[in-house]
């Protein structure tokens, strides 16, 4: 039987827990290593080493350095590992100063300058996005099925229909009230980019009313261009559904909750963030 291990770095453990709510891959993985659940002391050689969370610190350099040789892959799970994610926020001086004012914290490993992708570290074979990627995901990271076929974007599983008669000209407050079920939250007031984000997820934000942040990072069509071009992709779809000032969609798709995962596959801020080839991600 083949093995895996879990390296988890700087992030919030929710990529793990998505994990272990797949339970397909049992009869072909033996899960030897993952220090939430199983208590082994030090990783050893395996077939697939799933890596989640950012490097933020020098513990995770210094695991992430270790593992990788002994893995036969190496995979990173979740927008942590990809582009640094929730992790990245650490990089913000008015976090960095929260962190750094406690003196029971100066114990703790120190703080590398700022938060990198493991890629910037580290060979990466395949990528499988998602904050976190769904239970559904994993089991087709370590199953391989024969008859998983996501959507090209987010917009083909959510289901809701776009309308071009129904055009709101500022975005809905939180106090918005019912959402229509079978309508899209574009027309509805709502920021969601599923229109370019990569499907696969089976929209489970929009179908529940929620829009969707574009955690799985852009579609094929946009994954190997610059973030420029998935930004004005949205800007496009979003000025052909609502009558919305452009100035207010720009600064809406700069807000913090949506940048954490706009540019999680682009070159956006930093060298080590270059657009990822396609056959490489899930
Ligand atoms: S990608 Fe999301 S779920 Fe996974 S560790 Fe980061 S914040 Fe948590
Ligand atoms: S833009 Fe959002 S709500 Fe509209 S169809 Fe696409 S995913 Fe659904
Ligand atoms: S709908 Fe969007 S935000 Fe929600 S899981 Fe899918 S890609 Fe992520």
């Not at 050689?45 to 210094?62: A, H, M, Q």
């Not at 949506?258 to 657009?275: A, N, V």
Request: proline content about 9%; hydrophobic content about 40%.
């Amino acid at each position: 039987m083949k093995t895996f291990a879990v390296l988890q770095l700087a992030g919030c453990a929710g990529c793990e827990v998505s994990l272990l709510n797949a339970d397909e891959w049992v009869g072909e993985y033996r899960l030897a290593y993952m220090p939430l659940v199983v208590s082994t002391h030090d990783m050893p050689e395996v077939d697939l080493l799933l890596v989640s969370g950012g490097v933020r610190n020098e513990e995770d350099l210094y695991n992430l350095r270790r593992a990788v040789p002994r893995a036969g892959k190496v995979v990173a799970i979740g927008t942590c590992a990809i582009s640094g994610g929730v992790a990245s926020l650490g990089d913000r001086d008015d976090v960095r100063q929260v962190f750094l004012a406690d003196r029971a914290r100066h114990h703790v490993p120190r703080l590398l300058p700022k938060c990198s992708p493991i890629d910037a570290v580290v060979p990466v074979d395949l990528y499988l996005p998602g904050c976190p990627p769904t239970p559904e995901l994993f089991m087709v990271l370590l199953t391989d099925p024969p008859d998983f076929k996501p959507g090209a974007i987010v917009c083909v599983e959510c289901g809701r229909k776009k309308r071009k008669d129904m055009r709101p000209s500022r975005f809905a407050g939180f106090q918005r009230g019912e959402v229509d079920p079978g309508i899209c939250l574009i027309n509805q007031g709502f920021l969601c980019i599923g229109s370019s984000t990569r499907g696969g997820c089976r929209a489970p934000c929009p179908r529940a009313g929620h829009p969707c942040v574009g955690c799985r990072g852009p579609s094929n069509a946009l994954i190997e261009k610059e973030s420029a071009a998935w930004l004005s992709s949205i800007q496009r779809v979003i000025s052909s559904l609502t009558d919305i000032p452009a100035g207010e969609v720009d600064l809406a798709l700069r807000s913090p909750h949506l940048s954490l995962f706009l540019f999680q596959f682009s070159d956006y801020s930093g060298p080590e963030r270059k657009p990822r080839p396609k056959e490489k991600v899930i």
